[in-house]
C-alpha cells in the first residue's frame, strides 16, 4: 500500500484521527531511549518526520537521526518540517524500507519504529534487520496501534476504526482505500502478547509492552543481547 496520494493532509488526518494524541504518543516513546548522550538513532517508516519532531520537544538531542522511508513525496514533506526547525544536529532522510536497511551492522544505538510496523511487507525479516543495525544494549522501540481488551471500550473502538476512520480519511485525503486499509491492517496486527514473543524469537532481549490510553496504542521495548 503506498501513502503517497495523501501527503498533502497527512499531518491534519494524524493529528484529527488521533483526537491530537499522536505527537504526545511519540513524546512518551522518545523517554524509553536508551539514557546516554551522543545517541545515533534510525527513525523506520518516518513518513513525514514527526518522530524526529517528537523527540526534539521531549528535549531529547541526537548526535546522528536518520529517517527512512519508502515514500519519496513523505521524505520532502519531512525535510521541509525539519528544515523550518533549524536542528542544531540535521536528520539524514533516506529512502529505503526496513528488510533492505542500507546502514553496517552495529552502528545505532536506538531504531524507532512509529505506527508503521503493521506494514513492513516481510515482519520477521525486518526485525532482523534492525537487531543487525543495533549495538549491543540498544534498544527498539515500536509504537502501534493496537485492539483494547476491555469490551465496551473495544466495541467503541471498533466501530470508531471500522466507520470512521475511512470516512473521514477519504474526505479529507480524496482517498478512501488508504484509510479502509489502515483500519483492516490495524485489526489485523498481532496481540501484544504475539508480537512480544516475536521479538523474543527474533532475539531481542528484555521484551516490555506499555500499553497507552486503555491499550488503543502499545508501545513496544526490546534489546539487543550484550553477547
Known sequence: MTFDAIVPR????????????DMAWREQM???????????????????????????????RWAQM????????????????AESLHWSTPVRWVRGDAN???LRGECVDAVTVAF?????????????????VLRPGGRLLVLEFSTPKAGCV??????????IVPRVGS????????????????EA??????????????????????PIMLGIVTLYAAEKPDT
Open 189 to 210: 496486527f498481532p496481540k501484544t502478547e504475539t508480537f512480544c514473543n516475536t521479538l523474543c524469537d527474533a532475539g531481542y532481549g528484555r521484551v516490555r509492552a506499555y
Open 100 to 102: 533492505h536497511i542500507p
Open 30 to 60: 522518545a523517554r524509553h531511549l536508551p539514557d546516554k548522550p551522543d545517541l545515533r538513532v534510525l527513525d523506520l517508516a518516518t513518513g513525514t518526520g514527526d518522530v524526529p519532531v517528537a523527540l526534539s520537544r521531549a528535549g531529547r
Open 154 to 163: 473495544r466495541w467503541a473502538y471498533l466501530c470508531y476504526l471500522r466507520h
Open 116 to 132: 508503521g510496523v503493521r506494514n513492513f511487507p516481510d515482519r520477521a525479516r525486518a526485525l532482523t534487520e534492525c537487531l543487525r
Open 171 to 186: 474526505m479529507l485525503s480524496g482517498s478512501f482505500e488508504a484509510y479502509r486499509y489502515l483500519a483492516r491492517s490495524i
Open 10 to 21: 497527512y499531518d491534519l488526518i494524524n493529528r484529527l484521527l488521533s483526537c491530537g494524541r
Open 66 to 81: 536518520i529517517g527512512m522511508d519508502p515514500s519519496f513525496p513523505m521524505l520532502e514533506r519531512a525535510k521541509e518540517k
